[in-house]
């Protein structure tokens, strides 16, 4: 079973059980409620954790892609998500998030769009994709760091929010 240690967050899952048992289930047997109202609520709290997990992997992800501490941190080397990890449920979230990124790639600047296509899809480091790019490695950090940026603003727009 689960443990909830925050009284607000409690009472909140055990009204939203209780409503989906009478949306639901109000015409069954009065006998019948308590064993459904057990199984809604290990739902509804099993649902309340799947989702703060999911929040949480994006939450790590958004904040690697807009770094604060300036234009020479890499978010690249301190994020690694594995597409198999978690849940069915938590793969479909992350592919519906990844389909919303592939949608801010397309309408980056060009310039941006290669320096994030390469560091982030190709793997290149930043010497190799200034190398590929024609320029230096200032420019792909650069270049790097504004195409994060701008695509977390996008994904906070569509409410994915860190």
């Known amino acids: 079973m689960f443990a909830l240690r925050d009284e607000h967050l409690a009472l909140d899952l055990v009204q939203e059980s209780m409503l989906r048992l009478t949306e639901k289930y109000s015409d069954k047997p009065p006998e019948e409620l308590p064993l459904l109202f057990h199984r809604i609520l290990q739902n509804t709290i099993r649902d ?23 234009e020479d941190s890499d978010p690249l080397d301190r994020i ?53 790019m024609g320029c230096s490695e200032g420019s792909v950090k650069t270049h790097c760091s504004r195409a994060t940026h701008t695509i977390a603003a996008y994904l906070r727009r569509r409410g994915i929010t860190p």
């Open 48 to 70: 309340h954790y799947r989702r703060q997990k999911v929040r949480n992997l994006w939450t790590t992800l958004l904040s690697s892609l807009s770094p604060d501490d300036g």
């Open 80 to 132: 690694r998500v594995e597409d198999n990890e978690g849940t069915p449920e938590d793969q479909a979230e992350r592919a519906q998030i990844a389909a919303l990124i592939g949608d801010a790639v397309t309408r980056l600047p060009k310039r941006q769009q290669e320096a994030f296509l390469l560091r982030y899809w190709e793997e290149f480091d930043v010497a190799e994709t200034a190398q590929a």
